[in-house]
């Protein structure tokens, strides 16, 4: 028997019907908590990470075809965009020439099982909340449809727990908000629960790319399926270098420990460790979360641990009510994907190019992948068209939400590929045909309207 918080908890995720394995993972989880675990990763714990690159690596034509024909692809869905405002998929949003991410990732994978002549079947972990959406969008490609394998799987979801006392949170008004989905790192416990881990192996596909579905660079590149089959390695990682808008993101390292790769989030550095986090130099890389790995090394590992592949925890504090400060904090149990990294023995890390991490976390991101900085090709892969992606800092009140933003570039984005930065502090309106180049900064107390044409340089202020 375990506390009296966990037994409410597992009684609650049975009677929602949540996945055995799902359920005894948290049930890992939580005992960790209720021990003071904080999953917080020590800076002399750990020690810079370098790797070979993607660029520097020859992959034979016949290999890397070899590999992404046994390669099965897998988008993580899950998420609603809120903090842009959206109440559907992230996915349904228009990026360009009209088509939304789910129908730029179906045609790049049509385009790749064609070129290949490949099966390569693509599957989407939704949540019970981007499921119907997304399932409708995809409705329009008949031919996406792998026969044997679904299209969805459905991630888990688990109590938000009370910070005070680890008891299951209840907030009758809003149901829903009781529950949180447990992090993408749950990717593991939904393919096993799901059987779809043991589906894809009796099918004969031997390797998983896996990555975001908002970010459109992380496409099933047939080259790193090769590299990645050359290796030999059980899971291996993309990797990028961090430029100063990843300081306060995650980065990789060795652990001294047992000399095995990690992933350090920065939910799990210590405030003290802060100042090593943004350090550029010493931290050179960050993940893309575009990852691959062995499917019967997973089974393996996770038939090895009954189940619950051990990911470092993170303890994500948050309000019951995340619009609404009042309601009482409660602590959310998360884990990473890409912290796999150090459960095998051999994975492997491959510097990729910023061309391959396209993520859109904000309006400021959507606005650079609507722009002429990327052109998209007849394979749907984005191309990006200058050598710099410009930095972009929009304001919050007036761009913040996407029907705010669509409503201030109505006729599309300006041009930015001669642009180094652009900073709109106020609201403005552009029209058609603007071009910005170098450093801009837009500001004013009044509402503007940029005229159309307009050529946008380093003395532009408003």
């Known amino acids: 028997m375990g506390s009296k918080g966990l037994e409410l908890a597992r009684a609650k995720m049975q009677e929602a019907g949540v996945d055995p394995v799902a359920i005894d993972t948290f049930a890992h989880y939580y005992r960790l908590l209720e021990h003071g675990e904080t999953g917080m990763i020590p800076e002399s714990s750990i020690e810079p990470l370098d790797m070979e690159a993607l660029a520097d690596v020859e992959v034979a034509d016949d290999v890397a075809a070899e590999a992404i024909r046994h390669t099965a692809v897998v988008k993580l869905n899950g998420g609603l965009g809120t903090s842009m405002g959206m109440d559907r998929a992230k996915s349904l949003l228009c990026v360009r020439r009209g088509l939304s991410f789910l129908d730029i990732i179906a045609r790049q994978v049509l385009h790749l099982r064609s070129q290949y002549d490949a099966t390569l079947p693509l599957m989407f972990m939704n949540s019970f909340r981007t499921?119907?959406?997304?399932?409708?969008?995809?409705a329009r490609y008949d031919d996406l449809p792998v026969e044997g394998l679904p299209l969805e799987f459905l991630q888990n979801k688990e109590p938000k727990l009370l910070a005070a006392g680890l008891l299951p949170a209840s907030y009758p008004k809003v149901p829903d908000l009781e529950?949180?989905?447990?992090?993408?790192?749950?990717?593991y416990t939904a393919l096993r629960g799901s059987g779809l881990l043991g589906r894809l192996i009796e099918a004969g596909y031997r390797y998983v790319f896996?990555?975001?579905?908002?970010n459109l660079g992380a496409v099933p590149d047939a080259r790193v399926a090769g590299w990645f089959a050359s290796t030999g390695a059980p899971f291996a990682i993309e990797a990028v270098r961090r430029t100063p808008s990843d300081r306060k993101g995650g980065h990789f390292a060795r652990r001294k420990e047992d000399g095995r790769i990690v992933l350090r989030e920065s939910a799990q550095t210590l405030d003290s460790d802060r100042e090593a986090l943004a350090d550029l130099t010493r931290h050179q890389f960050t993940s893309t979360n575009n990852l691959w790995f062995d499917l019967q090394a997973m089974s393996d590992a996770l038939d090895a641990r009954q189940g619950v592949l051990g990911l470092p925890l993170i303890r994500n504090v948050k309000h019951l009510d995340p619009a609404d400060p009042s309601t009482p904090e409660v602590i959310q149990i998360e884990t990473a994907m890409g912290a796999a990294i150090e459960v095998f023995e051999g994975a492997?890390?491959?510097?990729?190019?910023?061309?391959?991490?396209?993520?859109?976390k904000t309006t400021n991101d959507l606005l650079v992948l609507r722009s002429d900085i990327y052109d998209l090709g007849k394979d749907f892969v984005l191309d990006q068209a200058s050598d710099e992606v410009p930095y972009i800092e929009l304001d919050g009140e007036f761009y913040k939400l996407v029907g705010d933003f669509d409503k201030r570039f109505p006729e599309g984005a300006p041009s930015l590929r001669e642009a180094d930065s652009l900073k709109v502090d106020g609201d403005f309106t552009f029209g058609h045909g603007v071009r910005v180049v170098g450093d801009v900064e837009l500001e004013s107390p009044s509402?503007?309207?940029?005229?159309?044409?307009?050529v946008l340089t380093g003395d532009a202020d408003g």
Do not use: K, Y
């Open 131 to 138: 499921s119907g959406d997304t399932m409708a969008a995809l």
């Open 210 to 214: 896996v990555s975001n579905s908002d």
């Open 348 to 360: 492997r890390t491959i510097e990729v190019g910023r061309d391959r991490f396209v993520p859109v």
């Open 447 to 454: 509402a503007q309207r940029v005229a159309p044409g307009t």
């Open 179 to 187: 529950w949180c989905p447990p992090g993408h790192g749950d990717l």
